[in-house]
Nanobody, 124 residues
């Protein structure tokens, strides 16, 4: 049974940092991509990042490039999202999900099985 459990959300001031974690079970990161997407109230779902450890490919959405970093610990079967220089517009529910990157497609990342989500609020 595939499960993804997020942790690490919370309230942070603009310019601050947070690290989200996603513990997965039912599959291994060696062969499956895992990433993050987010949903803010009244806004469309937005692709954030995807890490496909099987071929070393990573994807970042334009709005987070240079600020967010996705990484994985295959031994712990956990994926992390380090978020720096946070802005108010980063406020959203962040979901961990299995994903697949194909830069020949638009959008270049597809998400499949989602976790329950964790709230990130950037506010002073």
């Amino acid at each position: 049974q595939v499960q993804l459990v997020e942790a690490g959300g919370g309230l942070v001031q603009p310019g601050g940092s947070l690290r989200l974690s996603c513990a997965v079970s039912g599959f291994t990161l060696d062969y499956h991509g895992v990433g993050w997407l987010r949903q803010a109230p009244g806004k469309e779902r937005e692709e954030v990042a995807c890490l496909d450890s099987s071929d070393g490919v990573s994807y970042y959405g334009d709005s987070v490039k240079g600020r967010f970093t996705i990484s994985g610990d295959n031994f712990k079967n956990t994926v992390y999202l380090q978020m720096n220089s946070l802005k108010s517009e980063d406020t959203a529910v962040y979901y961990c999900a299995t994903c697949l990157v194909d830069f020949a497609k638009n959008p270049p990342v597809q998400y499949y099985t989602w976790g329950q989500g964790t709230q990130v609020t950037v506010s002073s």
